[in-house]
């Protein structure tokens, strides 16, 4: 629904159709049946065996009757940004000439919102291809305060998100990521410093650095992707839209004394 050509600039279409900027969809990257299939299961027990390295998943898959060679699963893994809890092997690729930053979260009392907010990229299956959901949530509260979906994992994406995000709540003191090169880019570290952002980075394989936004993660997909069979790109974003909205303002958390994320964060505000 969204056209380049005519005098309507994009912001303003996607304003009027009530979506964000860097909430456009894509067509989802497609791969061969087998393919998915296998990416599928990786996902499901990524989220169960974090610490899995290349090894571990061959021979878990090979255990299940299927016949996939080591080379096969690895590139597999790095399409689908696997980043493993464990020091090696780890197919999370990373620009070394980038600088990384340290991780500042530690022993760090967490106590009010837009103190520190995360940020970080996942897989999301569908039916015939996959595509990339990103997140940024305030971990004082847990609240999602801007997401978006693509069919890549770009730096300029995850700009964006920052952006908004600052526009509607207002900028955090600290963003926390891993050490992705969308994360370590110039572009984006830059982006941060520029607005008087501080920056920390997960120590590489640590699983308890970045552990609010893999609970996120796992709630989506759990709660959401794989309840439903989606077919595009608008399946996709109209799915997600529903379930953060949910889980923003419905969801009752266990470990928020059973308050909603939104009902803490306007609290706090």
Avoid at 79 to 104: A, C, D, F, V
Avoid at 174 to 188: A, H, L, R, W
Avoid at 193 to 217: P, Q, T, V, Y
Avoid at 240 to 246: G, I, K, S, V
Wanted: aromatic letters at 12%; a positive charge; hydrophobic letters at 35%.
């Amino acid at each position: 629904m969204i056209e380049r050509d005519i005098d309507i600039g994009i912001c303003r279409q996607c304003d009027l159709l009530g979506i964000h900027r860097s909430g456009l969809y894509y067509a989802p990257l497609p791969e061969s049946e087998d393919n998915l299939k296998y990416m599928r299961l990786f996902d499901e027990q990524y989220l169960k065996t974090p610490f899995y390295g290349i090894r571990r998943m061959t021979r878990w898959l090979n255990k299940k009757g299927f016949k996939v060679n080591r080379k096969r699963i690895i590139r597999l893994m790095s399409k689908m940004g696997w980043q493993t809890l464990y020091r090696k092997p780890n197919t999370s690729w990373k620009n070394k000439e980038n600088k990384i930053y340290p991780y500042l979260l530690k022993d760090l009392k967490i106590d009010h919102p837009n103190q520190v907010w995360g940020i970080d990229i996942t897989y999301v299956p569908m039916r015939r291809g996959f595509m990339y959901l990103c997140a940024i949530i305030d971990l004082h509260t847990r609240y999602v305060v801007n997401w978006g979906i693509s069919n890549s994992m770009t730096a300029d994406w995850c700009c964006q998100l920052v952006e908004e995000a600052i526009e509607i709540h207002g900028k955090p003191e600290i963003i926390n990521s891993d050490q992705g090169s969308q994360f370590t880019s110039m572009e984006y570290t830059e982006m941060l410093l520029s607005k008087g952002i501080k920056i920390s980075m997960d120590g590489k394989g640590r699983a308890i650095d970045n552990i609010f936004i893999e609970r996120l993660w796992k709630s989506v997909k759990y709660e959401c992707i794989y309840l439903h069979a989606l077919e595009d790109g608008v399946q996709l974003y109209e799915g997600l839209d529903n379930y953060f909205t949910f889980y923003n303002t419905e969801r009752l958390h266990q470990s928020l004394d059973y308050e909603t994320p939104e009902s803490l964060y306007k609290k706090a505000a």
